[in-house]
């Protein structure tokens, strides 16, 4: 008996890790790749298992807005700087979210930092998927588990990035030689994600939680190519928020940052 189909929406490196792991597990995929209609493949396939965003960033919300109203209910989401607002907004309140704990850069294979936490109606199904190929899911237990989960991915990413701009390296590096800037910009990454949330956040929970996944992987290059544009994007937050956020300023000015 076949599975139910798998739609994934993006087909780039991270996409097709996900592909391969359903691919394994015996889900037929059917891809959706840029400049395809979505109503189309959804009239050929009206009842996927699921319907995986691999889309970047940039892409999510106008996709979100695109989905076919038969498929909203069967969404799974695994974008980088993602919390609950961004799905229930644009009218979504039970996907499936992945926080996606390995790295997959062309021509290598998946690389694992640490296990990758799930929640929602289809977390079993990725744990299942991506089990299949030695990626290790952790499938939680509640909402709340889910908001720590993406806030400490989004500290772990902007801290890095952020901190990056400043002394380049890797996390391990920035960790053993720079720990009390990291801390200070984790730090502010928190308290804009409270303003983000609207929540009171666990700062230590998280800075440990952040330093686990350093050790997950020390040599970790701090800064991509998107470094600039996430701290451009903290500060307009931090504007609109009218959060000082002094350590990120200096960064962003190219000023020595000093201690309080």
């Known amino acids: 008996m076949l599975q139910a189909p798998i739609v994934i929406i993006g087909i ?17 995929v059917f891809p959706v790749t840029r400049g395809q209609s979505m109503t189309e493949v959804a009239e050929a396939v009206p009842e996927p298992a699921i319907v995986l965003l691999a889309v970047a960033e940039n892409d999510l919300y106008t996709t979100l807005d695109e989905i076919p109203a038969g498929w909203r209910s069967r969404v799974a989401l695994l974008q980088n700087e993602l919390l ?15 926080s996606v704990w390995f790295e997959k850069k062309k021509g290598q294979d998946a690389r694992v930092i640490i296990p990758s936490p799930a929640f929602g109606p289809q977390a079993g199904l990725l744990a299942q998927t991506l089990g299949s190929i030695d990626i290790p899911v952790r499938v939680l237990g509640g909402s709340d ?8 991915k989004n500290v772990y990413i902007l801290t890095t990035n952020i901190a990056g701009l400043k002394v380049g390296g890797t996390v391990g590096e920035l960790w053993s030689q720079q720990r009390e800037l990291a801390t200070r910009v984790a730090e502010e990454v928190i308290l804009l994600q409270e303003k983000l949330t609207g929540q009171t956040l666990d700062h230590a929970g998280l800075i440990a939680g952040m330093v686990e996944a350093f050790d997950g992987d020390t040599g970790h290059k701090c800064m991509g190519r998107s470094a ?7 500060l307009n937050l931090a504007d609109k928020y009218q959060l000082e956020l002094p350590t990120l300023r200096g960064i962003a000015a190219g000023l020595p940052v000093e201690g309080p």
């Open 84 to 98: 609950p607002d961004d799905w229930i907004r644009h009218g979504y309140d039970n996907p499936t979210v992945i």
């Open 145 to 152: 588990e889910l908001l720590f989960e993406l806030v400490r």
């Open 12 to 28: 780039g490196e991270m996409g097709g890790v996900f592909a391969r792991g359903f691919l394994r597990s015996g889900y037929p």
């Open 228 to 234: 600039p544009a996430r701290l451009q994007r903290a």
